[in-house]
């Protein structure tokens, strides 16, 4: 069975910075794309990044391009967070696929979620 585990949430002030991570159990790591959701309450979950098997080709959404970076290595999927706002508050969640770093599509295996909190 796969399990992901992701940890780095917590509480920043508008414009610090945070780093999250994401370790995968259960099946070969490198099998797998990486990808990284956000959801605010009442609203629902939307794309942040994503990165392919090898870690060559990332996608980003535009309201992150430029403060956020998504990167792997054999261990862990990351991402580094900068440049933080306070519409950056989220449950963040890791997912993992077979089938490619595609953000628009269904995602196969998902973690918990690690709270983010900005504060202004």
């Known amino acids: 069975q796969v399990q992901l585990v992701e940890s780095g949430g917590g509480l920043v002030q508008a414009g610090g910075s945070l780093r999250l991570s994401c370790v995968v159990s259960?099946?070969?790591?490198?099998?797998?794309?990486m990808g990284w959701f956000r959801q605010v309450p009442g609203k629902e979950r939307e794309f942040v990044a994503t990165?392919?098997?090898?870690?060559?080709i990332t996608y980003y959404s535009d309201s992150v391009k430029g403060r956020f970076t998504i990167s792997r290595d054999n261990a862990a999927v990351y991402l580094q967070m900068n440049s933080l706002k306070p519409e950056d508050t989220a449950v963040y969640y890791c997912?993992?696929?077979?089938?490619?770093?595609?953000?628009?599509?269904?995602?196969?295996?998902w973690g918990q979620g690690t709270q983010v909190t900005v504060s202004s």
């Open positions: 997912a993992a696929d077979l089938a490619g770093a595609n953000p628009r599509k269904s995602w196969d295996f």
């Open positions: 259960g099946r070969t790591f490198s099998s797998y794309a």
């Open positions: 990165i392919t098997r090898s870690g060559g």
